[in-house]
């Protein structure tokens, strides 16, 4: 049984940083892309950052790109996401995700499974 869980989310101020994890159990971690997608009140979930199986292929939405940092360790079967420069409109819970294939996507339905998701809310 596949099992995702977050953490690291929290209340930050504008400009500051925070990092998410999300540890996976229950599938060869290595074989897969891993995503993170965030999730506003009553909206669909929006793609953030996903990476492949073999961690050298990195893709990122618009609204985060060179801001904030997907990464993974194998060892830990972990996939992190580091952000920086965080605004208030990067407030949301944030979802990390199984891909079904090895390559990145951003397409939500490209995604198996899904963890809960950590709240990251940005005080301006």
């Known amino acids: 049984q596949v099992r995702l869980v977050e953490s690291g989310g929290g209340l930050v101020q504008t400009g500051g940083s925070l990092r998410l994890s999300c540890a996976s159990s229950?599938?060869?971690?290595?074989?897969?892309?891993m995503g993170w997608f965030r999730q506003f009140p009553g909206k669909r979930r929006e793609f953030v950052a996903a990476?492949?199986?073999?961690?050298?292929?990195?893709y990122y939405s618009d609204f985060v790109k060179g801001r904030f940092t997907v990464s993974t360790d194998n060892a830990r079967s972990t996939v992190y996401l580091e952000m920086n420069s965080l605004k208030p409109e990067d407030t949301a819970v944030y979802l990390c995700?199984?891909?079904?294939?090895?390559?990145?996507?951003?397409?939500?339905?490209?995604?198996?499974?899904w963890g809960q998701g950590t709240q990251v809310t940005v005080s301006s």
């Open positions: 995700a199984v891909g079904r294939y090895g390559s990145v996507h951003y397409d939500w339905r490209t995604y198996a499974y």
């Open positions: 229950g599938h060869t971690f290595s074989n897969y892309a």
């Open positions: 990476i492949n199986d073999s961690g050298d292929s990195t």
